[in-house]
């Protein structure tokens, strides 16, 4: 090298403790100071150890055995204080919950900075800093526990920001964040790195959001690096190709199966590329069919849940479900989206009965759910709650699948073993769910709420962990279901999901339904809350909303061209 990389990583392999598998195996890596690099790759792939590795987390706080070194500013880490590496490195973590241990926002903000001795005056500097920069002003004195995911995942972030680290490791930090929230969220990163010379490493799997802001993406599997793209003078126009297409972004993916050998990466290139090669006023302003698989659920107009003028109030006086009226029917496959707090995960609680009204009446299959218990409740209500190790208490994965028959006396009728091998489990059925990565125990939780065949599933934010490959089988799968009767409820800030694979969309703000509808009547009309394929093609073709309806549209378009020359 011509001059000391900011981060240096050499044959790094990594083996967690009672694992004969490496997470990690030979890792070499070297990254400039003010990098932007992102780091993608199915779930369990070694992402995240890598990031753990480079915070010193592992072995050093998960234990297990490491081989190789890691390099900061040229200085091993091994021999780094753990307290000056705080301040080389931030660490932000998939789930914040295991990050957060203050009770109130401001306490959690200063908390390392009083652990490095700061002076006052500089804490309260730091502190007005990052609660501006996150928008978390008004939220200085709340209780953390009160607060939504999503509004969590930005304590975590400002908490290591406040610390002013070199580096910042990031995994997947927009996973719990509506639309509006996660620009706001990258835009502060972004900032960081352009302006402050930040170097910046970031985990995603929803690489829309983010791909263009990189300055070298790498791809992971089974603990190796694959793929290595750096970024040129000509842009991201190539690295697509050097990824399996199931891990592409919506726009890449389209282009690529229309044969394109040079892929537009964001909404910008991809409309330019659509104005180079087809630009015809003929198509203008031409309304799509509804050209993907449709949603339709089964002929069963049979009311499962009604819910009328609810209210409900946390015990701290927060409002937080307001007037609230709702009817869900068996076959419906609705998303409930809408900003951090508005009380999508309260309203799904309410449902199955984990949080009780203040006022107003849920009934749920004609009764009142008031004076049904949890677990009459359970009979026919499946829930996945917002961080899914919650629902995994059993020592291993087979275990829990086998809790949830052996609770309801269902027979095993070979339908266990269709959902295992659907959501790809059978390699980890001996392991302990706490040993999992976020997306491996999603597939668990998922897979133990499916066993009880519910007529009704609560799902808080299922995709969350998953790469785009487990999306789509978990989506295909979902689908099938509702298909067959059962009826989906899900809370998701996953766009390019609910346009997929959703029938309906209902939009909470303030604790109260503003908007409910068919998906292709709510996603076309906003701005925030639009896929990226209803965004490439606004004023060409309306509501075209996925990568399905995108290619029969681009077939469309092209044939009209070749009608036209």
């Avoid at 490195?89 to 009083?114: A, D, H, R, Y």
């Avoid at 799509?288 to 002929?299: D, F, H, N, W, Y």
């Amino acid at each position: 090298m011509d001059a000391i990389s900011k981060l240096e990583i050499e044959d790094l392999s990594y083996c967690y403790p009672e694992s004969s598998i490496p997470a990690l195996k030979q890792i070499n890596l070297e990254i400039p100071e003010g990098q932007f690099v992102i780091i993608a790759g199915e779930s369990g792939s070694g992402k995240s150890s890598l990031l753990r590795s480079i915070s010193g987390l592992a072995p050093g706080f998960y234990g297990g055995r490491s081989t190789g070194r890691i390099q900061i500013d040229g200085a091993d880490i091994r021999q780094i204080e753990r307290r000056e590496l705080l301040q080389k490195v931030g660490m932000v973590f998939q789930n914040p919950e295991s990050q957060l241990i203050m009770m109130s926002v401001e306490q959690e903000l200063v908390f390392g900075l009083e652990n490095l001795g700061l002076d006052n005056r500089l804490m309260q500097r730091r502190l007005m800093e990052v609660s501006a920069a996150m928008g978390l002003t008004p939220y200085l004195q709340r209780f953390i526990p009160e607060l939504s995911g999503g509004e969590k995942q930005k304590i975590a972030l400002a908490s290591v920001l406040a610390m002013q680290p070199e580096i910042l490791l990031l995994d997947e930090p927009t996973s719990q964040l509506d639309p509006i929230a996660a620009e706001e969220f990258l835009s502060v990163v972004r900032r960081l790195n352009e302006d402050h010379g930040l170097t910046i490493i970031l985990i995603e799997q929803r690489l829309e959001r983010c791909c263009h802001l990189a300055d070298r993406i790498l791809f992971m599997e089974q603990g190796e690096i694959r793929t290595d793209y750096r970024v040129d003078e000509t842009g991201f126009n190539h690295w697509p190709l050097k990824m399996p297409a199931v891990f592409l972004p919506p726009v890449p993916r389209l282009f690529a199966a229309a044969g394109y050998k040079e892929l537009p990466v964001s909404v910008k290139q991809g409309r330019q590329t659509l104005q180079r090669d087809i630009s015809l006023p003929v198509v203008a302003n031409k309304q799509s069919p509804s050209l993907a698989k449709s949603v339709t659920g089964a002929e069963n107009n049979q009311l499962l849940v009604d819910i009328q003028g609810l209210w409900f109030t946390y015990p701290n006086g927060q409002e937080v479900i307001k007037n609230l009226e709702l009817k869900i029917k068996a076959g419906d496959f609705v998303a409930v989206m809408g900003e951090n707090g508005a009380g999508k995960s309260t309203l799904l609680k309410n449902i199955n009965g984990l949080l009780r009204a203040s006022r107003g009446q849920i009934q749920v299959w004609e009764r009142d759910s008031s004076k049904m218990s949890l677990e009459e409740l359970a009979e026919n209500i499946g829930y996945l709650p917002q961080d899914c190790k919650d629902f995994l208490f059993l020592s291993s994965v087979s275990e829990e699948l086998s809790f949830t028959m052996k609770n309801r006396n269902l027979p095993d009728d070979g339908y266990k073993e269709l959902i295992i091998n659907k959501l790809r489990l059978n390699s980890f059925l001996a392991s302990n769910p706490r040993d999992l990565s976020a997306g491996e125990a999603q597939r668990v939780a998922i897979a133990s709420i499916l066993l009880g065949k519910p007529g009704l599933m609560l799902l808080d934010e299922p995709t969350r962990g998953l790469d785009y490959q487990m999306q789509e089988e978990l989506g295909e799968l979902l689908w099938q279901l509702n298909q067959e009767g059962t009826a989906i409820m899900l809370v998701t800030h996953d766009v390019e999901f609910v346009a997929q694979y959703a029938r309906d969309v209902v939009l909470l703000f303030g604790g109260t339904v503003i908007t409910k509808g068919s998906k292709h009547e709510v996603l076309p009309q906003s701005t925030f809350y639009a896929p990226q394929m209803c965004k490439l093609f606004r004023n060409m073709v309306d509501g075209v909303l996925n990568v399905d309806e995108g290619k029969e549209v681009l077939s469309q378009l092209t044939a009209i061209k070749e009608e036209v020359v």
